[in-house]
């Protein structure tokens, strides 16, 4: 999918609007995201953190989460703001490539601005995806 540079531009505001939201005590690392759905909607999440560390949630994966439950199931784009340009962990690449390796994920500071831009493909190569699953 190609975007324009305004959709782009408007997933990285939506996505450092909602990092007030974040819930990051420990870390002081907030990060949003703005997912856009094939349908055009776009959801937002914020990553929220435990004092185990092992039950905190990434924005990334917020934002599907919150797509998915309710009902959708392709998307097109995601854009992450953080205060670094920092990059998706392994585990939301993980569950972006679940669902489309071709998604395009945009990183941007919390001056709006695009750092960089590439698919999930790039982001995780040879990807563990549902083709690569065979039932025994």
Same mark, same amino acid.
């Given at each position: 999918m190609v975007l324009d540079q305004a959709t782009k531009l408007n997933l990285v505001k939506q996505a450092n609007e909602v990092r007030r939201f974040a819930y990051a005590p420990y870390s002081k690392y907030p990060v949003g995201a703005a997912l856009l759905t094939s349908t055009g909607k776009i959801y937002t999440g914020v990553? %929220?953190?435990n004092i185990d560390f092992t039950d $905190? %949630?990434?924005a990334e994966r917020t934002a599907i989460f919150k797509a998915i439950s309710e009902g959708e199931r392709s998307f097109e784009a995601i &854009?992450?703001?953080t205060n670094n340009g920092g990059t998706p962990c $392994?585990?939301?690449r993980q569950v972006m490539a679940e669902f489309n390796?071709?998604?395009i994920v945009i990183m941007g500071? &919390?001056?709006g601005e695009i750092l960089s831009e590439m698919t999930v493909e790039?982001?995780?190569p040879a990807a563990f995806d549902p083709g690569n699953y065979r039932l025994p």
């Open positions: 990553n %929220i953190e $905190g %949630i990434c &854009a992450v703001v $392994g585990s939301c390796l071709k998604m500071s &919390a001056d790039d982001l995780l």
